[in-house]
């Protein structure tokens, strides 16, 4: 477990991009944590009463009746229910004898910080409000938005929601010693590329 590499972060900032090319470029068995299908969920929600309840909600319920703060609060605590799950699925894929990359949002500073002897193997992507606004725009977000009564509410609770969660994110792992990259749109893809392996430079090489 302390030879894993960690890619967090919200959501636009390009982590699944980049763990997608690091793991491709470098061997690594990739772990996405975002990519959930129907049984995904209901597996989260079963160790989950937080995500449970999330999911029987209505649109309307979730985004529209409840603040930024509540649905961070929300977010948080099911990313604590849904770790230990990460790290069943990280063992199994280590058992394949490649090293592994997990990537995804629920990976907050704080929980995988006990698992690590380097800070160095870790590393959190958030975007900035501007570009993330960009990246929602280009991209039609939220999907959800012809659900609810008052999408433009709902809309802002959600993106309140992310920009919450990444000053959150931010403030762990300034504390604990992790690196933060910024991502505003001034990298490329291939540049970002070269930073992401240039920070994980010895642990590519070693493991």
Not at 5 to 33: P, S, V, Y
Not at 103 to 132: H, N, Q, S, Y
Not at 138 to 167: M, T
Request: hydrophobic share 40%.
């Amino acid at each position: 477990m302390a030879s894993y590499l960690w890619i967090g972060g919200t959501t636009d900032a390009g982590k699944t991009t980049q763990a997608r090319r690091l793991a491709l470029f470098h061997t690594l068995a990739l772990l996405e944590c975002d990519r959930r299908d129907a049984a995904e969920h209901e597996r989260i929600a079963a160790h989950s009463p937080a995500y449970r309840a999330f999911l029987e909600m209505t649109p309307d319920e979730r985004w529209v009746q409840h603040t930024p703060e509540w649905l961070l609060a929300n977010t948080l605590e099911s990313h604590r229910d849904r770790f230990p799950l990460i790290l069943e699925d990280a063992a199994r894929l280590a058992r394949r004898g490649r090293p592994v990359l997990i990537e995804g949002w629920d990976l907050t500073p704080e929980l995988v910080a006990p698992l690590l002897e380097d800070p160095r193997r870790a590393v959190w992507m958030i975007p900035t409000e501007t570009f993330k606004r960009r990246s929602w725009e280009r991209r039609g977000k939220p999907a959800w938005k012809s659900q609810v009564s008052d999408p433009e509410l709902g809309a802002a609770n959600a993106f309140g929601r992310d920009v919450l969660l990444g000053e959150e994110i931010e403030r762990q792992a300034r504390a604990l010693g992790f690196d933060v990259m910024t991502v505003d749109g001034s990298l490329s893809e291939d540049e970002t590329t070269h930073r992401l392996e240039a920070r994980f430079a010895p642990f590519l090489e070693s493991d």
